[in-house]
Each structure stands twice: as structure tokens, then as C-alpha cells.
């Protein structure tokens, strides 16, 4: 079974630019996977930041951008604020109905 | 105003049954793919089900042949029947809607309900 892959942790400093990455145990990630992003705070729903790679979703400030690197997808967080410290999820698209979020990355800002 | 208000969770034994709902307002379930979404304790997300505009469904292979998702357009509720629980189907569980023709892009969520499969 194919797994999701994010870093666990990731830290960022105040102002600083942080990129956060989405990848496969087997394979690389493409735009055909349609990676999207979602960022949590405790007790909170998920909220959607980018989805199909690269397009915000509504009222995400431009410091949010998603792109492919490599073979992963990847979300850059540009001019960190003390409130980006969540928690950030990217989903794919496997096909045939099927969707798998990752395990998530812990974002510290300090 | 889009608002998504999931319901029916709690405490259930192993074997169990629950009927979770969403009720829905300022979107039209029948017209969009809308989803079951869900967090174990302390674990990240997971994806559960979908249900598609055309009535078609598909689900994580966790959760096949004892969850069934299903819509009532007349009420414009989403509902998640969970049969054969397991003590691993505890968590929150949010309902989602889906921006046409994006399955990875929820844009609507609920404020979840738990459900707790314990003896």
C-alpha cells in the first residue's frame, strides 16, 4: 500500500520562509495526483490552503504557494508569522475514487 | 452561508452500529462530490468516503463492506452509516464537500463529531 509521506516536525523562524514537503513511499508525485494542502489548529476542522499543486484556495494570503520539487509536491510558506504554527496536511489522488492524506507535518514557528 | 453540521457520534461497544449526518445548508449535496473525512486520536487525517453528483460512492479500503455513505436531496444531509466498529474507527469525523471535479479539495468542512468505539 502506498504511503504519503511528510516530514514529522519542521521549524521556521519569524519572517523566515519554510518548505514542507509531500512525497510517496513508492514513486514520485506529479501534478496528476492533484496534491493539496490543508492546515490545523487543535480542536479546529482543516482548513484548505492550495489545491491541484498550485491554485489558492479562497482568501489564502499569496505567502502560500505550492509547487512540485523534485519529485515531491511541496508547499512554501514565505514570511512566517507566529500564526502559520499548525499542523499541514497534503492529500493525493491515487485514482478509481481513492484519496490519502499524509501524516502530517508539526510547524513551529520560533 | 455554507455551514456543514455533522451529527450522531458517541460512545459505541466493538461490533457496533452508528449512524452519523451531516446537515447541510447554502450548497446542494446532490450537485457536489461530498465526503466523510476523519482524525484519530493524536493521528493526522484520513480519508473515508466519497459520494459523487452521479450517486456513486467509493471508500478507503479501511472502511469498505461495513461503512456505507448516502445523501437524502430532499433534506440536503449527508449520512455515514459505520457497521462493525472497531476500536481503531475512534475519532472526529468531519463531513467535507468537495469543489466539483477536485477530490482533493475540500473546501467546506464541518465542526466534527466524535465517535468512540470502546467496551
Known amino acids: 500500500q502506498t504511503v504519503v509521506t511528510q516530514e514529522p516536525s519542521f521549524s521556521v523562524s519569524p519572517g523566515g520562509t519554510v518548505t514542507l514537503t509531500c512525497g510517496l513511499s513508492s514513486g514520485s508525485v506529479s501534478t496528476t495526483y492533484y496534491p493539496s494542502w490543508y492546515q490545523q489548529t487543535p480542536g479546529q476542522a482543516p482548513r484548505a490552503l492550495i489545491y491541484s499543486t498550485n491554485i489558492r484556495s479562497s482568501g489564502v494570503p499569496d505567502r502560500f504557494s505550492g509547487s512540485i520539487l523534485g519529485n515531491k509536491a511541496a508547499l512554501t510558506i514565505t514570511g512566517a508569522q507566529a500564526d502559520d504554527e499548525s499542523d499541514y496536511y497534503c492529500?493525493?489522488?491515487?485514482?478509481?475514487?481513492?484519496?490519502?492524506f499524509g501524516g502530517g507535518t508539526k510547524l513551529t514557528v520560533l | 452561508e455554507v455551514q456543514l453540521v455533522e451529527s450522531g457520534g458517541g460512545l459505541v461497544q466493538p461490533g457496533g452500529s452508528l449512524r452519523l449526518s451531516c446537515a447541510v445548508s447554502?450548497?446542494?449535496?446532490?450537485?457536489?462530490?461530498m465526503s466523510w473525512v476523519r482524525q484519530l486520536p493524536g493521528k493526522g487525517l484520513e480519508w473515508v468516503s466519497y459520494i459523487y453528483a452521479s450517486g456513486s460512492t467509493t471508500y478507503a479500503d479501511s472502511v469498505k463492506g461495513r461503512f456505507t455513505i448516502s445523501r437524502d436531496n430532499f433534506k440536503n444531509t449527508l449520512f455515514l452509516q459505520m457497521n462493525s466498529l472497531r476500536t481503531e474507527d475512534t475519532g472526529v469525523y468531519y463531513c467535507?464537500?468537495?469543489?466539483?471535479?477536485?477530490?482533493?479539495?475540500?473546501?467546506?468542512w464541518g465542526q466534527g463529531t466524535l465517535v468512540t468505539v470502546s467496551s
Open positions: 492529500v493525493l489522488y491515487m485514482g478509481s475514487g481513492i484519496s490519502v
Open positions: 467535507a464537500r468537495n469543489r466539483a471535479g477536485y477530490n482533493t479539495y475540500f473546501d467546506y
Open positions: 447554502g450548497i446542494t449535496v446532490s450537485s457536489d462530490y
